[in-house]
């Protein structure tokens, strides 16, 4: 291994530099790159197939908007919480070994609670607790794990391998609800999480064969909060990050919230059968894997903020169509243009803040990014979940399709989008 910590100055800390990412004509990058996706991905798909078994047992046995938010507030809120350090704790720590204590915590207190259940412990609050606990570790695990990519991928790679890291996750996440659907109609929910510590066992075993470079550190020592502030300050002075971070948090509250009752949608509409459920998530996950598919292929030398704003709409006309959708195949066919989508936003949005923040900050930068997908899904679910018992989930669609629309192209027209838009083609070209 290369990433133990080298000596440091007195009173120095530790702060990245360019120099850090491999050479581009280093072999050895591509078997780095290779074993840490491996395991990434291992231990995703444990954790797909959780978050597919739990929502969907709090989907049919409650029938409950209030209990979904419930649900989307204990997977959602910790990470927020958390990220504030997380990304920071990246910037001062081992990141390789950040990950793994991350990824070890988790299946550890997963075990413990699997144990319980098994047991006969298996409340709600039990449910909703353990996914709380899982939310804690992604806050650190999440930004760690974009911060590290770029230090063992070469920087004109970056687009490249976060296209394949998209379209191989979303081939796993077509597996995952399959996987979810029988173990779940088969066993119940409580194999899922030994399934889960299974998993992020063999994660870490990856983990432990990639070869890290060490970061080349420099640099006054400061505090944690003077961290935070600092990432702050620099986020809110970067015109392109900024605004990036403002339309990903739009999108969260607009979009991605209301998607979480989709299987609510079917649920009362089309029928209660776990293959619905099932089909709702593979039809979605094959068009992420398609799209991610497009990214790492035709699309990778397109402009990264002409792909945001084109996934932008698209996720905003999906949204209203599967309110109006007249039946439950033409509502598949929509979530999977949805799934589309995602890699055509998420690829280039990380590999543009990849390559626009510096990389003494990618931590700190990247667990802001976290604690808005952490938080603004919950505060959106807090407001589409009662709704949705009072007011039906195809209306409340169709109005948060439109309201995006409405929303975007505003933000667009600011001076602030457009001297974001013509920084980033600016940098492209």
Request: glycine share 8%; hydrophobic share 55%.
């Amino acid at each position: 291994m290369t990433d133990a910590p080298v000596p440091l100055p007195s009173g120095a800390v530790p702060l990245p530099s360019d120099a850090d990412a491999p050479a581009p004509d280093d072999p050895r990058w591509k078997r780095n790159v290779g074993l840490f996706l491996t395991g990434q991905l291992v231990s995703l798909f444990g954790s797909m197939v959780v978050q597919y078994v739990v929502m969907w047992w709090v989907t049919l046995e409650t029938k409950s908007g209030m209990a979904i938010a419930l649900y989307a507030v204990a997977a959602f809120a910790p990470q927020g919480v958390v990220s504030i350090f997380g990304g920071v704790f990246a910037d001062r720590m081992n990141r390789k070994r950040l990950v793994i204590l991350a990824d070890a915590s988790i299946a550890a207190v997963t075990l413990v609670l699997a144990i319980v259940m098994t047991l006969g412990i298996t409340e709600m609050w039990i449910i909703l607790l353990a996914v709380a606990i899982r939310s804690f570790g992604a806050g650190v695990q999440t930004p760690t794990v974009q911060a590290l990519i770029p230090q063992i991928v070469p920087s004109e790679q970056l687009m490249r391998v976060n296209g394949i890291f998209q379209s191989v996750n979303s081939a796993m996440a077509l597996l995952a609800p399959a996987a979810a659907a029988a173990i779940f109609a088969g066993f119940g929910i409580i194999p899922v999480f030994y399934l889960d510590v299974v998993t992020a066992v063999i994660g870490i075993g990856f983990l432990l064969l990639v070869s890290v470079p060490t970061l080349a550190r420099t640099g006054e020592a400061t505090s944690y909060r003077q961290d935070l502030v600092e990432g702050m300050r620099y986020i809110w002075h970067h015109a392109v990050v900024r605004w990036l971070l403002v339309v990903f948090a739009l999108l969260f509250l607009l979009t991605v919230a209301p998607s979480f009752i989709t299987p609510l949608l079917v649920a009362r509409t089309f029928g209660e059968q776990e293959w619905k459920l099932a089909v709702l998530e593979i039809a979605f996950s094959i068009g992420m894997m398609i799209g991610g598919a497009l990214v790492a292929t035709l699309l990778a030398k397109r402009s990264p903020m002409r792909l945001i704003l084109v996934a932008t709409y698209g996720f905003a006309l999906c949204t209203v169509a599967l309110g109006l959708s007249p039946n439950l195949w033409v509502f598949y066919g929509f979530m999977f243009l949805f799934g589309v989508g995602v890699p055509l936003f998420s690829t280039p949005f990380t590999t543009l803040m990849q390559q626009t923040v510096e990389p003494a900050k990618h931590g700190r930068v990247f667990s802001y990014v976290g604690i808005v997908m952490a938080l603004a899904t919950p505060i959106g679910m807090v407001v589409f979940g009662p709704l949705a018992d009072v007011i039906s989930v195809q209306t409340l669609l169709v109005i948060a399709g439109i309201v995006t629309v409405a929303v975007i192209s505003v933000a667009i027209m600011l001076p602030s989008g457009r001297a974001a838009i013509a920084a980033s083609q600016e940098r492209h070209h």
